[in-house]
């Protein structure tokens, strides 16, 4: 397969490895980019590359907490020129308050929802005609709870989180909201880590730890290692918090257990058409 200057690029910002790296990673994998990164990692040239993958949509992440239902929810849009918009924002708010009181199990039944006396979906349709921009709901979720809701939004709507925790004041539920937006845990403690992803960083581990020259006898205990301060990057519990690099996240929970969480982050997954207006502009000429 051809190596083409954009996929080296394109594994440079999400490895920060070097150029010439990057290219013998993507030769050395056929062009595979999860592969190439995971050979860049064995390698001890790169870190383990983010899951959220690089942000390519407008919009804007918004949340709403009210008594004990909370929701958080990503609306998005084509330029953030648009999302800045008081309309947008005022959309958004009111289909996050719509979806505390509807509790739809999914966007269908969202959109096919009644609000001020037409359906989400034509609510939305209306709103891209006004504002001038394609809009869309991407996703949401909504929690319902005996204990404590917090919520926290980050740059406007870049980042947003919404937790649940057995109790605490409204303090250390925003703390709490800030660390995971910060540090972007994957998981509340061990227990959380999904199976595949911790044989897969623990494979990489070995492959990195031979790669480094040590004796094979002793890499089980050197990956054993690495995978704890792995834990403690992944496992909110474990984490430094954020405010007080002395505690741990568990230090400022105290007797308060974190029961679940979402963090969203605007765009995260979604591939932005990416324009060649040089030759927009040639192609109108001809």
Known sequence: MAIT???????????GAGMMDCKKALTATD???????????????????????RIAAEGAVAAYVSGNVGVLLEINCETDFAAGNEQFRALEQKIAEHIAKTAPKDLDELNDSELEGKTVAATITE????????????RFVRYETDGKLA?????GGKIGVLVELTGGDEQLGKDVAMQIAAASPSAIDRSGVAAEDLEHEREVLRKQALEEGKPEKIVEKMVDGRINKYYKEVCLVEQIFVKDSEK???????DVEVKRFERYQLGEGIEKKQEDFAAEVAAQIK
């Open 31 to 53: 062009g595979d980019m999860a592969k190439a990164i995971d050979y860049l990692r064995e390698k001890g040239i790169a870190k383990a590359e983010k899951k959220a993958g």
């Open 248 to 254: 741990t996240v568990k230090d400022v929970l105290g």
């Open 127 to 138: 709103a891209t005609a006004t504002i001038g921009e394609k809009i869309s709901l991407r």
């Open 5 to 15: 200057a954009t996929m080296v690029k394109d594994l440079r910002e999400k490895t």
């Open 151 to 155: 919520s926290y939004i980050h740059m």
